[in-house]
DNA sequence: AATTACTCCAACCGCTATTAC
DNA sequence: AGTAATAGCGGTTGGAGTAAT
């Protein structure tokens, strides 16, 4: 180990040693993080080279206030994964995740705990997403097959042409839906559409929806539901655009 | 003006997972 | 296959800055 007969620096980074330690790991690379704090001759462990470099130093970080929108997305992904701070932190780019933490620490949680259920509840999983606002009697069939991803076990067959789900009302197509459909509409697919989506891009900068309805011929527009209305008959669209190019159409449509 | 309370966030710590040998 | 080294992750801490008293 580093300097073991030496006494470790601790505490806030000098200007001098965050030259010195962009200078040995822009040369030797983000790795060896033992070796970059030996060479470089700082007295300070690897482990905590590393996270100077990872939290402070490294290219391509943002700093600066999280934006509403990365707000949002912070909400909307702590909510369904819970304190995976690493995890939601790769959906902000050029944020880290112990910035992510500590915003939550010091912004959000207070603030979702007052709001109650009702924000949380919305963003917990993704079959709330499906069934918030929902009228529960609507049965949706939703066209894109094969989800199945042990990390978001959440909505369970894994062939989706065969399923039926419960899609709420026109309510669903409020604005924030867009990302939060993101998060899940791109594992859906195994063509080589998934790939880029799940590739090292700009995150949420190049995907977003642009649901639409539209009637559908196929279904019996004559069907009426307990209060008399006709339900049936639409379909919802979902466009994935990805690079400024539409990747990916999502229909639900209604089970006629 | 001095003191206390509070907020924010960089940095540390301990643990687990992964990689190298 | 086993062990050590390294990387990654999430929780916690401590100090600086600011607001309140």
Sequence with gaps: MAYQGDK??????????DERLTAFATLLGERKWDSIAILSGLMRSGKSCRMRWLNYLQPNLKRGHISAEEEQIVIQL????????????RRL???TDNEIKNYWRTHLRKKTREEGNSQSKVYSSKPELLYQNGDSTSAWKY???????ADDHIIGPTDFSLE???LPCMTYLNPSYET?????IPKLSNDQSQA???????????????PAWKYSEDCDPGSLDSLGFSRLGYELSIHLIVNMRKLQTVSFSDVC
Excluded at 180 to 184: H, I, K, N, Q, V
């Design 196 to 210: 880029e989506i799940h590739g090292e891009g700009n995150g949420l900068d190049w995907c977003f929806c642009d």
């Design 143 to 149: 066209s894109i097959r094969d989800y199945n991803s």
């Design 78 to 89: 702590h909510g369904q994964w819970g304190n995976k701070w690493a995890r939601i932190a």
């Design 164 to 166: 039926h789900y419960e």
């Design 180 to 184: 939060r459909l993101y998060d899940w």
């Design 93 to 95: 780019p050029g944020r």
């Design 8 to 17: 470790l620096r601790k505490g806030s980074w000098l200007e001098e040693e």
